[in-house]
């Protein structure tokens, strides 16, 4: 699989590199592990006429930590963060989604901008150009069909990244800049919602940092994530979940976050409102986890079916709620 | 598309290439170099058969674009034996009967070899762990795992 024709752009430092992405707009994709962009082109799903390369640009890796929060830079590698103690003791359920993104060579080049700003993927559109030449073109390409749903009137591509959902529950922003100015948002706000297009970021912007803020009190959170294989798989349902406790044992705040169930992170507000102020029993458990259902959408457009990824959602969340919960029990004697 | 000139440190070698800015470094290394131990399979980073080192750590060669990797260490499995020495890991592989058709080798040696360079005595779960992105469609797993432990332990005493 032969990469179609492109020039590298080389910047040495973000202001230049700003430039060149405002300069070349809309014609110019940036890569920074390499991971997605490369293989996208080699399938012919993306054939952009720059790329922008960050490995000049100094100072946009790394972690580090200051007033209440956590900086990661955008271009930080997954193994730097699942090697990071740092991360590992105030984060864990960012470090544990490191941990299970693809297989150690990947982590090795992957990037945390970089799978946070994956696009959505469906077992009909990631395909060689020969498989998608025999098919209609659906929305993802332009056309006005969808293949894994039939009659459907939109996208169905799911969202697989396992970084958002894990960051999103602690409520982690992002920064973008452009030439002249620069804002920071939060992870869950990057989304279109549309499976189209999954990610709102201007063709000008570049993601420069990951801002997570470092919870107060007592606090756990984990991460679980289903796939056939132990290794090198995109997520089929994860669930993040984030909680904070106080000496009483009864939880004060929580948030659990479903990956890979749509086209965006799931924020599954009923679930924390359940669990919240209070101990939870297994009965109140099973209703957080239950709650995971009603936002899920999919489809059969992974390597397995709908009906079992929706079960499969409530069997996640429960995992990682009582992972969490374990972890603050356990830390904190509550 | 214009050629470029691109310098690669590849074994301790330094090459100086003109190309286009479109190829990754496994077909720099395969059609270009004639460095043909590391091999292609999925060309999509889902297998492994293309690890390469870089700067010691294990790599997808088939989703690296060369432009990427100027001035960094390349490792390929040609650079790991000295002369007529193969590496330890080479021997621990043979000796353990570790090959079958031989096609994942390069790449389960590579990454083998690496752990143990920043781990000298993994667990067996390490082990695993460090080897999951390597495919053996051989399923020959537990003469790998064996091979690699066998200077775990050796690493132990």
């Given at each position: 699989?032969?990469?179609?024709p492109?020039?590298?752009?080389?910047?040495?430092?973000?202001?230049?590199?700003?430039?060149?992405?405002?300069?070349?707009?809309?014609?110019?994709?940036?890569?920074?592990?390499?991971?997605?962009?490369?293989?996208?082109?080699?399938?012919?799903l993306?054939?952009?006429?720059?790329?922008?390369?960050?490995?000049?640009?100094?100072n946009?890796?790394?972690?580090?930590?200051?007033?209440?929060?956590?900086?990661?830079?955008?271009?930080?590698?997954?193994?730097?963060?699942?090697?990071?103690?740092?991360?590992?003791d105030?984060?864990?359920?960012?470090?544990?989604?490191?941990?299970?993104?693809?297989?150690?060579?990947?982590?090795?080049?992957?990037?945390?901008?970089?799978?946070?700003?994956?696009?959505?993927?469906?077992?009909?559109?990631?395909?060689?150009?020969?498989?998608?030449?025999?098919?209609?073109?659906?929305?993802?390409?332009?056309g006005?069909?969808?293949?894994?749903v039939?009659?459907?009137?939109?996208?169905?591509?799911?969202?697989?990244?396992?970084?958002?959902?894990?960051?999103?529950?602690?409520?982690?922003?992002?920064?973008?800049?452009?030439?002249?100015?620069?804002r920071?948002?939060?992870?869950?706000?990057?989304?279109?919602?549309?499976?189209?297009?999954?990610?709102?970021?201007?063709?000008?912007?570049?993601l420069?940092?990951?801002?997570?803020?470092?919870?107060?009190?007592q606090y756990?959170?984990?991460?679980?994530?289903?796939?056939?294989?132990?290794?090198?798989?995109?997520?089929l349902?994860?669930?993040?979940?984030?909680?904070?406790?106080?000496?009483?044992?009864?939880?004060?705040?929580a948030?659990?976050?479903?990956?890979?169930?749509?086209?965006?992170?799931k924020?599954?507000?009923?679930?924390?409102?359940?669990?919240?102020?209070?101990k939870?029993?297994?009965?109140?458990?099973?209703?957080?986890?239950?709650?995971?259902?009603?936002?899920?959408?999919?489809?059969?457009?992974?390597?397995?079916?709908?009906?079992?990824?929706?079960?499969?959602?409530?069997?996640?969340?429960?995992?990682?709620?009582?992972?969490?919960?374990?972890?603050?029990?356990?830390d904190?004697?509550? | 598309?214009?050629?470029?000139?691109?310098?690669?440190?590849?074994?301790?070698d330094?090459?100086?290439?003109i190309t286009?800015?479109n190829r990754?470094?496994?077909?720099i290394?395969?059609?270009?170099?004639?460095?043909?131990?590391?091999?292609?399979?999925?060309?999509?980073?889902?297998?492994?058969?293309?690890?390469?080192?870089?700067?010691?750590?294990?790599?997808?060669?088939?989703l690296?674009?060369?432009?990427?990797?100027?001035?960094?260490?390349?490792t390929?499995?040609?650079?790991?034996?000295?002369?007529?020495?193969l590496?330890?890991?080479?021997?621990?592989?043979?000796?353990?009967?570790?090959?079958?058709?031989?096609?994942?080798?390069?790449?389960?040696?590579?990454?083998?070899?690496?752990?143990?360079?920043?781990?000298?005595?993994?667990?067996?779960?390490?082990?695993?762990?460090?080897i999951?992105?390597?495919?053996?469609?051989?399923?020959?797993?537990?003469?790998?795992?064996?091979?690699?432990?066998?200077?775990?332990?050796?690493?132990?005493?």
């Amino acid at each position: 699989m032969r990469l179609p024709p492109f020039e590298v752009l080389e910047p040495a430092t973000l202001k230049n590199a700003l430039s060149m992405l405002e300069k070349h707009k809309g014609k110019v994709k940036v890569i920074a592990g390499g991971i997605e962009i490369v293989g996208l082109m080699k399938l012919g799903l993306s054939a952009p006429p720059y790329i922008l390369s960050l490995r000049k640009i100094k100072n946009l890796q790394g972690i580090k930590k200051n007033e209440g929060q956590v900086i990661i830079r955008s271009n930080t590698t997954l193994r730097e963060i699942i090697e990071s103690s740092l991360i590992n003791d105030l984060f864990k359920g960012i470090s544990q989604a490191a941990n299970l993104v693809a297989a150690p060579p990947i982590q090795n080049r992957a990037t945390i901008g970089g799978n946070i700003l994956q696009n959505s993927r469906c077992m009909y559109h990631n395909q060689s150009e020969l498989f998608r030449n025999g098919l209609k073109p659906c929305y993802k390409t332009g056309g006005d069909m969808c293949r894994a749903v039939k009659g459907g009137n939109r996208c169905f591509s799911v969202y697989q990244s396992d970084m958002a959902p894990a960051l999103i529950s602690f409520n982690a922003k992002a920064r973008l800049e452009k030439t002249g100015s620069s804002r920071t948002i939060l992870i869950s706000d990057l989304f279109t919602g549309k499976g189209e297009n999954p990610i709102s970021i201007g063709e000008n912007e570049l993601l420069t940092d990951i801002i997570i803020p470092i919870p107060k009190g007592q606090y756990s959170s984990a991460y679980e994530k289903l796939r056939i294989r132990k290794s090198l798989e995109y997520p089929l349902m994860s669930s993040a979940v984030f909680m904070s406790g106080n000496k009483n044992g009864e939880i004060i705040d929580a948030c659990i976050v479903l990956g890979a169930a749509g086209s965006y992170p799931k924020i599954i507000d009923r679930a924390s409102k359940v669990l919240k102020e209070k101990k939870p029993s297994d009965k109140d458990i099973e209703e957080a986890s239950r709650a995971a259902l009603q936002q899920v959408e999919v489809a059969d457009n992974l390597p397995v079916p709908a009906s079992y990824r929706r079960k499969m959602a409530i069997i996640y969340t429960k995992r990682a709620i009582q992972k969490a919960l374990k972890d603050l029990r356990k830390d904190r004697q509550l | 598309m214009k050629k470029i000139m691109l310098t690669l440190k590849i074994n301790g070698d330094k090459y100086e290439i003109i190309t286009y800015p479109n190829r990754t470094l496994l077909e720099i290394l395969r059609d270009d170099l004639l460095l043909t131990g590391t091999k292609e399979s999925c060309g999509e980073g889902a297998c492994g058969t293309c690890t390469v080192l870089l700067d010691g750590l294990p790599v997808r060669s088939c989703l690296l674009l060369a432009t990427e990797v100027k001035n960094k260490e390349i490792t390929t499995i040609e650079g790991l034996a000295k002369g007529e020495k193969l590496d330890p890991v080479q021997e621990s592989f043979i000796e353990h009967h570790a090959i079958q058709c031989g096609f994942c080798s390069p790449g389960m040696i590579l990454t083998a070899h690496s752990l143990l360079n920043h781990n000298p005595a993994p667990t067996e779960e390490e082990i695993r762990f460090a080897i999951s992105g390597n495919v053996c469609r051989c399923t020959g797993y537990a003469k790998i795992v064996e091979a690699i432990q066998a200077l775990s332990n050796r690493g132990r005493e």
